[in-house]
């Protein structure tokens, strides 16, 4: 067979497009939308070769817009767990043995889909079933996943080039295997690129998958998986399964050929399944991969020497794009008082001129929240924070759910630091504001570290770089991804490697050479040209 040192094609950063009146994409996006709307998918799973409908169909309407219907899809059980395995573990062997050029030409071919005849189909997909604004899906559904499938390609090269020193008459090399056994990947839904990614860096690295997506997310992974089988995906190394969690973990973690956890969501979830896998390590052939990233209380700390214009930008994008439902989101925000009155009149003045409805309405910044039991949560944290006495909302507070999920952008401000809306995730469109004394700076810093368990996100804005640097220090431990005079959002794939520590999860950087190497085992060789006929060392000999 022919052989050569490949060198994939260079990898940049796919462009966002503008989507300007009477542009191509727009053009393509309003027809793509109107197409999905026009009909109902019938969405199966994706066993082996197989296309699996069960009969047990679960409904899909876009959020803010729950009374359409977009679609079915059919709701496995267990035995459809236990097809998914073992199609991962029948389709192993060939992919794990096909060479790696073979695996990357896949995902390069799936980028470059989703980059042109796929983009407006996949994100117009993202707008419906998750309510997102076309911004938000241009960044999210085609630009973040095509930089995911390109740059992990490269990332794929650069790690197998990665080999050790070898001494005169020795050949040391490294090869990386993938894991023995399949890999889980559970995703949510806020990501369409996330959804994707978590399989797609596992096959890369030649694993087989089991993918189980968030329900509220099936309406666009369902066009992740058309992509994948467009760019030629062997079957059976994705396998897409729509089955309830507790069902799902009870086969997949009491399988012996259990080797890795890919996971995105809550961080109680996240604990949990580390609980259960621990409980079961007996169990398996291996020592499982167990990869997270998880929730987030993420901060914005501004200094007396910051800007109050752009720290009430940085709070309007940081908080309330895509209704707060980012795990990167700032939900809680640390003003110096010489800064408040104006950042409150500017922030008040953003919040009035903001849109919003639905997405197919591109005038609107801001759209509906995922699903019912979300509103129901998010409504259930207004209406507390309402009734302390500690607590004044200047803005937003409202919410209305008779036809889609809608919460208005709502800015907490609260005298009590330690609130329950300053400690606690709760994954929706609503920041709390604390100002402190702008003398006190120091002392805040250690506020903010001290008061969420997470370590996800942060930013610090100040115009003196002795307290940027004192941020820097003090907040070492307080967020994965720190931001200086910007917002805690909007990680770019090559440019800042994604996650976090403490409660927010394992810090394996989506985004990075880090999180595909979690997904190998290396084997070390060594060949000596020449091997020693005598077991004599010739410190042996005294004359």
Same mark, same amino acid.
Request: aromatic share 10%; hydrophobic share 40%.
């Given at each position: 067979?022919?052989?050569?040192?490949?060198?994939?094609?260079?990898?940049?950063?796919?462009?966002?497009?503008?989507?300007?009146?009477?542009?191509?994409?727009?053009?393509?996006?309003?027809?793509?939308?109107?197409?999905?709307?026009?009909?109902?998918?019938?969405?199966?799973?994706?066993?082996?070769?197989?296309?699996?409908?069960?009969?047990?169909?679960?409904?899909?309407?876009?959020?803010?817009?729950?009374?359409?219907?977009?679609?079915?899809?059919?709701?496995?059980?267990?035995?459809?767990?236990?097809?998914?395995?073992?199609? &991962?573990?029948?389709?192993?062997?060939?992919?794990?043995?096909?060479?790696?050029?073979?695996?990357?030409?896949?995902?390069?071919?799936?980028?470059?889909?989703?980059?042109?005849?796929?983009?407006?189909?996949?994100?117009?997909?993202?707008?419906?079933?998750?309510?997102?604004?076309?911004?938000?899906?241009?960044?999210?559904?085609?630009?973040?996943? !095509?930089?995911?499938?390109?740059?992990?390609?490269?990332?794929?090269?650069?790690?197998?080039?990665?080999?050790?020193?070898?001494?005169?008459?020795?050949?040391?090399?490294?090869?990386?295997?993938?894991?023995?056994?399949?890999?889980?990947?559970?995703?949510?839904?806020?990501?369409?690129?996330?959804?994707?990614?978590?399989?797609?860096? &596992?096959?890369?690295?030649?694993?087989?998958?089991?993918?189980?997506? &968030?329900?509220?997310?099936?309406?666009?992974?369902?066009?992740?998986?058309?992509?994948?089988?467009?760019?030629?995906?062997?079957?059976?190394? !994705?396998?897409?399964?729509?089955?309830?969690?507790?069902?799902?973990?009870?086969?997949?973690? =009491?399988?012996?050929?259990?080797?890795?956890?890919?996971?995105?969501?809550?961080?109680?979830?996240?604990?949990?399944?580390?609980?259960?896998?621990? =409980?079961?390590?007996?169990?398996?052939?291996?020592?499982?991969?167990?990869?997270?990233?998880?929730?987030?209380?993420?901060?914005?700390?501004?200094?007396?020497?910051?800007?109050?214009?752009?720290?009430?930008?940085?709070?309007?994008?940081? &908080?309330?794009?895509?209704?707060?439902?980012?795990?990167?989101?700032?939900?809680?925000?640390?003003?110096?008082?010489?800064?408040?009155?104006?950042?409150?009149?500017?922030?008040?003045?953003?919040?009035?001129? !903001?849109?919003?409805?639905?997405?197919?309405?591109?005038?609107?910044?801001?759209?509906?929240?995922?699903?019912?039991?979300?509103?129901?949560?998010?409504?259930?944290?207004?209406?507390?924070?309402?009734?302390?006495?500690? =607590?004044?909302?200047?803005?937003?507070?409202?919410?209305?759910?008779?036809?889609?999920?809608?919460?208005?952008?709502?800015? $907490?401000?609260?005298?009590?630091?330690?609130?329950?809306?300053?400690?606690?995730? $709760?994954?929706?469109?609503?920041?709390?504001?604390?100002?402190?004394?702008?003398?006190?700076?120091?002392?805040?810093?250690?506020?903010?570290?001290?008061?969420?368990?997470?370590?996800?996100?942060?930013?610090?804005?100040?115009?003196?770089?002795?307290?940027?640097?004192?941020?820097?220090?003090?907040?070492?431990?307080?967020?994965?991804?720190?931001?200086?005079?910007?917002?805690?959002?909007?990680?770019?794939?090559?440019?800042?490697?994604?996650?976090?520590?403490?409660?927010?999860?394992? =810090?394996?950087?989506?985004?990075?050479?880090?999180?595909?190497?979690?997904?190998?085992?290396?084997?070390?060789?060594?060949?000596?040209?020449?091997?020693?006929?005598?077991?004599?060392?010739?410190?042996?000999?005294?004359?």
């Amino acid at each position: 067979m022919p052989n050569g040192v490949y060198q994939i094609p260079a990898v940049a950063n796919e462009p966002v497009l503008s989507y300007t009146a009477g542009s191509p994409e727009k053009l393509a996006l309003k027809k793509a939308l109107e197409e999905a709307r026009s009909k109902q998918a019938d969405i199966p799973m994706y066993i082996g070769g197989e296309e699996v409908r069960t009969g047990n169909k679960i409904p899909l309407s876009p959020p803010h817009d729950h009374k359409h219907i977009l679609g079915h899809f059919h709701e496995g059980d267990k035995s459809h767990v236990e097809q998914a395995v073992n199609a &991962a573990l029948g389709a192993k062997e060939a992919w794990a043995n096909l060479s790696w050029e073979h695996r990357a030409s896949i995902f390069l071919r799936a980028a470059d889909l989703l980059a042109g005849p796929y983009r407006a189909k996949i994100n117009a997909a993202t707008m419906l079933g998750q309510s997102k604004s076309v911004y938000q899906a241009e960044i999210d559904a085609a630009c973040e996943f !095509i930089d995911f499938l390109r740059f992990n390609a490269q990332y794929l090269m650069e790690i197998y080039e990665e080999q050790p020193a070898s001494s005169p008459g020795i050949w040391n090399r490294l090869e990386y295997r993938p894991l023995e056994g399949f890999v889980f990947a559970i995703t949510p839904f806020n990501f369409t690129a996330i959804a994707g990614n978590l399989p797609a860096s &596992a096959a890369l690295m030649g694993n087989t998958v089991v993918w189980k997506p &968030a329900y509220t997310q099936v309406y666009s992974a369902q066009v992740i998986m058309e992509v994948l089988k467009k760019a030629g995906l062997p079957d059976g190394v !994705i396998n897409l399964i729509y089955v309830d969690g507790p069902v799902a973990g009870d086969v997949v973690f =009491n399988h012996k050929d259990f080797a890795g956890l890919h996971f995105t969501g809550s961080t109680s979830v996240f604990q949990n399944l580390w609980k259960t896998i621990g =409980n079961n390590i007996h169990k398996y052939r291996s020592y499982p991969r167990i990869v997270g990233e998880t929730g987030g209380k993420d901060f914005i700390m501004a200094h007396k020497s910051a800007d109050a214009k752009e720290l009430a930008t940085a709070i309007t994008r940081g &908080a309330f794009e895509y209704q707060g439902q980012k795990c990167s989101a700032a939900s809680r925000v640390y003003v110096p008082s010489n800064l408040w009155d104006d950042v409150k009149k500017y922030l008040v003045e953003d919040l009035k001129s !903001i849109k919003m409805g639905p997405t197919e309405d591109f005038s609107n910044f801001f759209n509906a929240v995922i699903d019912e039991r979300s509103f129901d949560k998010i409504a259930k944290y207004i209406e507390g924070a309402k009734a302390n006495s500690m =607590n004044e909302i200047i803005a937003g507070g409202g919410y209305d759910k008779s036809k889609g999920y809608f919460i208005e952008p709502t800015v $907490i401000l609260t005298k009590d630091p330690s609130s329950t809306t300053m400690c606690e995730e $709760i994954f929706g469109p609503v920041v709390t504001i604390y100002v402190y004394q702008a003398e006190r700076f120091e002392e805040t810093l250690e506020l903010v570290d001290s008061t969420s368990p997470y370590a996800l996100t942060g930013s610090i804005l100040s115009h003196d770089r002795y307290a940027i640097d004192l941020a820097m220090k003090k907040l070492e431990n307080a967020a994965g991804n720190f931001y200086i005079n910007d917002k805690p959002t909007g990680a770019v794939v090559g440019q800042q490697p994604f996650g976090g520590a403490r409660g927010s999860g394992t =810090n394996d950087k989506a985004g990075s050479k880090l999180n595909l190497l979690r997904w190998v085992s290396p084997r070390t060789i060594k060949e000596t040209f020449v091997p020693p006929t005598d077991y004599r060392y010739p410190f042996l000999n005294e004359k």
